[in-house]
């Protein structure tokens, strides 16, 4: 049975950091592509960052690039999302996605990944 549980959201200032956790259970993880997609109240879930399963390949959305980096630790079964410089429009559920992948590709698309995450809230405020 695939699992996949965020953690590490929470309520932290605007320039501020935080790193996300995804623990995934149930499947063979280096076999898999994983990404990181947020959700906001009144707004579709979108795109954060990806990375394909070896790590090679880590597509991030403009919104966050030069911020946010996307990791992997397949030993450990864990993906990672480093955030800084966090800012309110940060605010949003995040979710943790999987996709089996045969080679080095990250979706940005996640109509394409199979199984997700309950989400983890970040909320960025003073």
């Known amino acids: 049975q695939v699992q996949l549980a965020e953690s590490g959201g929470g309520l932290v200032q605007p320039g501020g950091s935080l790193r996300l956790s995804c623990a995934a259970s149930g499947f063979t993880f280096s076999t898999y592509a994983l990404g990181w997609f947020r959700q906001a109240p009144g707004k579709e879930r979108e795109f954060v960052a990806a990375i394909s399963r070896g790590g090679g390949s880590t597509p991030h959305a403009d919104s966050v690039k030069g911020r946010f980096t996307i990791s992997r630790d397949n030993a450990k079964n864990t993906m990672y999302l480093q955030m800084n410089s966090l800012k309110p429009e940060d605010t949003a559920v995040y979710y943790c996605?999987?996709?089996?992948?045969?080679?080095?590709?990250?979706?940005?698309?996640?109509?394409?990944?199979?199984?997700w995450g309950q989400g983890t809230q970040v909320t960025v405020s003073s």
């Open positions: 996605a999987a996709r089996f992948s045969g080679g080095g590709y990250a979706s940005i698309w996640a109509s394409e990944y199979a199984f």
